[in-house]
Structures are given as structure tokens and as C-alpha cells.
């Protein structure tokens, strides 16, 4: 058979169509590799396809299922790799042109985490150069199109995992986030990704931009989807320093919450100073009515004094920086290599004085105190993940993409995005939830209870 | 009466002795007073003596006694201020001549919480010019002379505060410590002195050096006396950004252990890296021998590693960046009125890269973890405070002194310094108890515990 309706069902879906049997593994993987072989000369997701490894990987899932040796949910699931995460024997360029040549000679950390769990690993998929931007306009791979409109931008930096998603080329993917790079891309494509607190997921094996601010993080169609990949993807790595928490003893699968009774959210206001558009606004008010509805108690907040450009500008100065270190090499030896853009940045970088620096850290620890006295009796924040949706790759970038996911970069808090409908335009919006240290459990029930209540239909219509 | 053998008792059995009415806290504080009019002539300890405000709040404490309403321990009790603690209507110049004209206007958190308390402040002590260095030679105020021999350093940066301990001019002084300039001069001058963990004293109203590394710590004579002034001084500032943490709900006091069983501490190893002194490792060996004796399990560790000098120096370059921000207005407009080793130090911080800097953040990041994974299965781990016993001021600056102070500031942690007896050149060594986070009251109670058995008498006996 193969061909199957891939939207019917998300990842959790599928999960449990494998395990009564309904679909098999090889089934799935097919699906997957015939809409990529039908879309993706248009929408360029892919850098790599590891279409064969993918198939006997498939069929070694179905193999293990039949003998009632299954590895789990993620077992013969279809997922793709950002293009900075390493899956050996293919290069992780990163989008970088001066490293399209490093293959990799073993999986990073969560790629042999997935792997263990079963998954099908389609390949790598496309991302902004370096992982510093966010319109996935790539000058060694192309542009990767947003699924909703074949001439704007999926976000970024993740954009191809975003794309991947919601074009259905895959079940899940996995990106990466320093200043909102899963979060971006997911809001952008309609849907969800989150980015876990500092230290729950190792970057090990994953090419870094900032060691301050790195996250891995997953991006799939529904939040339970991200709870069942969590639930893989976190852990304890005694090998890495930027690794520090063991995950949550409860699993992170937020079941099908039918009330938020109980819950005390803070509702983010002063949403002007962060330029968000008008229609944005009107998206948010709306899903925050629906939350109350479920009977959270909604709290007003302000982040006090909380200057979101001028942070978000401070945590790209440290991105500079230590990509900077990062990529020394490069730009020293080959700055050729390197588009005019990423040489301006990491070039910033290395010029910039350390005094400067050490400005940019004290303004991000002051803003951390007060983010943190503001949650002192809220068990999460909610807000847009972005202040405005996808945008024309002949339009500029919007400056501010990113003010309101780098928060929980700068604060090192989990934050999940989930879809939150359509704009008048056409182009999907999202929902963020922001938790404290180490309540992933908890902002996913949250992003759960609301997503099951609005039960946006966030297929891209166009694509058949 | 007055003249009191102010090394009868330590600042705990003085607290004990006007408790039982034994003794004035007026007849203290004129001891301590006649004590610096006899010797600060030679030793150049007081930057501001506030003879007149310490007579009052002297016979304020004897009224309070007088009529039941004494504060508790502190009452009554003569204590000094390093000079960058704010104290009202006194300059501080953090020892530097452009800032010896910058009254207070209010105290520091720290100098309110010790007034509040009932402690008697004598004034204001030298110290290293910008606590940025560790002779305490200061060029505005001359070298404070160590207590135990009168050409020798009494270290630094806090080198006032621990020659007024050790002198008998107070029983308790306060002083900060970004590197090891609490401990460094408590072990030169025979006294104890702790620098808690990060967060737990708030540094509001101090003089800043490097935000990311300052600590206020107390000196005293012996660790209970530290844990009396812990319970005063520990405490939530929500109006400093420094401040996280509440102080714990046991008093700090370690009483009296009689034994150590139970305890696992490590006993470090590989002190040769460090270039410590013969016979300061006969020393602290035989204060290894002491501590088993008491019960305690003795683990020998190595932070694996960790490269000491280099350690120490991305610290200080950190210091260096933040303290060239502290400065700026000092270093640009008035740089003659710095010292040519401080505009030197804060000029290289001012010009220095901010790649150099996350480098060394990054060394310091993966240091903290290897030290965190030794400590997985220890509650301490004991280590010589310096590698060698003061130096004549005519003798080259050792540049290792504060390597083992240091660890504790990069990895955020408590340490405590104890007297280990003399060296056989006559000068004082210190032992180091350094701690799990939040760990205070048991690096006092193991510091203690040792302190008893080996009850050194560390009183400088050529000062009468």
C-alpha cells in the first residue's frame, strides 16, 4: 500500500496506529519519502536524504514489532535532523559552506537517543547559516520555503525542521535554539516546538553557535508529540558541561488535559514595546480567552522595565561572540567561504571589546532577577511566540523576530510554542508558554489543554 | 576599668562575658580603642576611625544590656569595615585616591544588618587599592604591616581587615573577597574568614571590583565567631540582583563538635601543581592527620585537570573586564589618580577582546563541572587556603597566592579559612574547608571541629 493520509494522524497518533498494527513502520517511511520526492524540489527542506538507511531502519522496526520486541512510541517513527546535529556518516555543515565537506564519524548525543528509541532517521534538513539568523536563506543550500507559502520564509534558524514538519516530510524533527530557533520556525510553519531549561538535553555532537545558549530542542505537529520525544531526548550527560539535570521522573507526555482548574498563568501585557502587530494581538487575546475558559486563573504581568529589543540585542552579542570562537578558523583561514553577512556578524564578534560584553551579561542577569521575581506565584507566562507571522523573502526582516523567544534563553527557562491559528493572511501564528526551571511537565499540559480546546486544523491546505 | 586582655576569649566568649555582665561593652571598646592608639601608628590598619559614633553605640549596647533589650550576640561588639563598605558619613575609597572624597551617604546592607544587630563600628580599614591585588601596598594610604611580623604583608585585597582581627583593634571585621581576598589575609595574619556562597550576603552598598566573582565575608578569630556574623549578615536582598538566596533556617553557629564521624571529606591532592611550600604541606598534612583523628573519612581528591594558574588567571581577567567597567570614568578621565599597576590591570581589561573573555568563561564553566562531579559523594574538601605564609614587602608578589582561594569563587561555592598554626618562619598558615553549595554550616562545623583539637593560640606575641 504505502501512501498514506500523513495529516491524519500526529506523531502520538501514528505511535499508537503502529502499535495496534493498523500501519507499518516501512508504510510511514514511504509516505514520508514520496511527499518529500513530490515537494521538496519546491520547498528545499532536505540537505541530506538517507533514504535507504531510513528503509531498513523501517523495516527493522516493523521486524521488531512483530516479535513483541518494540523500543517504545518512537519506534518506526519518521524524524529529520537540523543540519548541525551529527548523524554519522553524513556531513553536518551546519549551513556552513566552509564545512560541507565534515562528515560526521558519529551521532551527536540525541541523535543516537533517537536512534535507541527506534526512530527513522530521513536525513538532514536545511537551516539559517551558522544558526545566526532566521530567515533560512542559505547560501550554500538555497532557500527553504515556508509550507504555507512557497515564497516566504519557514523561520529559522531551524526552518528546515519546521518545514520538514509541516509539510509532512516527516513525524517529528529536531532543531536547534539559541535565541528562539525552534521556536521561530515552529510559530512560522504552524507547529509546535520546544525549547527544554539549560542543561536537560546535551548539545553534545551538535555543531555549537553560543555555549551560553545553545538548546537542542524538538519540533512536531501537536505538544503530546513533544512530550513523547522529551521523554527520549532528555537526560543526564556526565560527558558534556553544558549538560547538568536529569529529566523529570514523571514522563513528559502531557496526556489529554480537559481543565487548567488551579493553574495561576500570567498573561503577558505591555506587548506594544515589543512591536507586536495588531492581528497578533487579536490571535493572543483570543487563545488567552480560551485558556481562561479551561479555568486558569490569568494574571496580568509585565516584565518591569524589561527592554526587549535591547536584550534580545545582548544575547546576540554573546552569540557573536562565542561563534566567533566558535568559528575562528574559518573566519581567519576562509572567510570566503562564509556569506558577507555571517562575516559581519562573527567579525563583530571578534572585534567587539570584552568590556562591551561584560555589559551585555550584567544588563541579562538583571533581566533574569526580575523575570524570575515575577514568577514567583505563577506557574508559567503566556504570550505570542512571535511578534508577527512568516514573512516574503523580498520583504526585511523583521528586527524584533526574536524578542520575545530569547527570554527563555537569556532566563534558561523551558518555553514551548504551540499553533495558535491563522492570521487574516493565511500564514499561521503561535502560542508561547513560559515555565520555570524545569517545568516542562507543567507548560506542556498548559500548551496541551489549550491546544485540544482550539483544535486548530494547521494542515497546509495547498499541499497535497 | 577598660584595658581588657583582649585575646582572652575570642568575639563568642566576649558575647558570653557581656551576657553574664562580666564586662562592659564600653570597657570593649575602649580596649580595642587603646589598642589602635597604641599600634596603628605601626601597622596602619584604619583608614577612618569613628572613635566618637563607637563610644556612643557602645554605651547604647550597655543601656540595652542594662535593661533586658539586648540585640543578641553581636551587641556591643567592636567590629571594622573594609573601605569600600558603605558606611554613613565615611568615605569609601575602596583605596583608591579618586574616590577618597565619595562620602556615604547611607551604610551598606551589610554595615545596617551588623548595626542592627548592636555591633560597635571602630571605622574603616585599609585595603588593596581597588581590591585588586593582594599586598594591600596602597598608594593612598600606605602598606598595612601584618600583625605577626612588621615588614611582611598582612595579604589582601581585605589586608586591613585581617591585621585588625589579628592585632586585637576589633573582634570582628568584614571584608570582600573576590578571588580569595577574605581568606588570603585571614591565613597570612592567623585568623578565620569565610566567603560564602554566591548570593547568600548581599553586596548592595559595596564598592564593586567584578560583580560576577565579589563576595562580603566576615573575619573573625575563630570559625564560631564567623557563624555568629553569618547569622547576621546572610540574608535575601530583593533589591540587588547579586542577592538569591535566603540564609538557612539552622543558625550558622557550629557549636562545639567533638567529632567529625560521619563526614566524607575530600583531602586534595596534587598540591605540587599549585607550587605550594614544603613545609605548608607538612602543615596541612598534619592537619589532615587531626581531622581523621576526629572521625572523619578522608578521600583523597585531584580536580582532574584543573589547571590552577590558568584557573586563577581567567578570573582575573574577568575581574579585570568588570572592573575596567566598575572604573571606566576613573580610567578615562582621571587615570593619574590610579596607580601604574591599576590603570595596567583595568587599562588590559578595558582593551581586551571579548573572544579572550567567553574563552576564559568557558574554562571556568568546565572547571566548575569537574569540580561539581568530585564533589558528587563528598560534604567538603580541604585544601591549604595559600601555598606559602606572608612575604616582605620587599620580596617579589608569589603569583600563585590566591589558586586556591580562587576555586571557590569560580565554582560559587563557600569556603572558610581556619589557623593552622605557624609555619617554623613563625607566620601563620591557613587551612580551607571549601563546601557543597549552601553549605556553610557544615564547612563551619568541620573548620570547628579541627580548630578545637588543634587549638593553635595564634595571638602575635611581640604586640603587647
Redesign the interface.
Known sequence: MASLDIFAHDLAGWARALAAGDVRASDLTETCLERIARHDGTLHVFTTLTADAARVAASDADRRRTKGETLGPLDGIPVALKDNIDLAGTPASAGMASRAHIVSTDDAVVTARLRAAGAVILGKVNMHEAALGATNENPLYGRTYNPHRASHTPGGSSGGSGAAVAAGFCLAALGTDTLGSVRVPAAYCGVAGIKGTRGLISPRGVVPLS?TFDHVGPLARSTRDLGLLLDVLAGFD?AC?ES?AAPSAEPYDPGAPASLAGIRLGRLDGLAEAVVDLEVVVGFNRAAEIIAGLGAEIVPVTFDGYDFGRLRRAGLI?SE??G??VH?ADLAERPEQLSDELQAMLGY???????????AQ?DI??AR?RIM?TFADLDAIVMPTTPQTAFDFSDPVPVNQADLTAIANLTDRPAVSVPMGFASNGLPMGLQVLGRAFGEAAILRIARAYELAADHDMRPLHLS
Not at 571578534?350 to 560584553?357: D, E, F, I, K, Y
Open positions: 555555549w556526565p558541561a547538568t554573546i561572540v562565542e566567533a570562537v575562528a564578534g571578534a572585534a567587539l571589546p570584552a568590556v562591551r560584553l561584560v555589559r550584567r542577569a538583571a532577577e521575581a
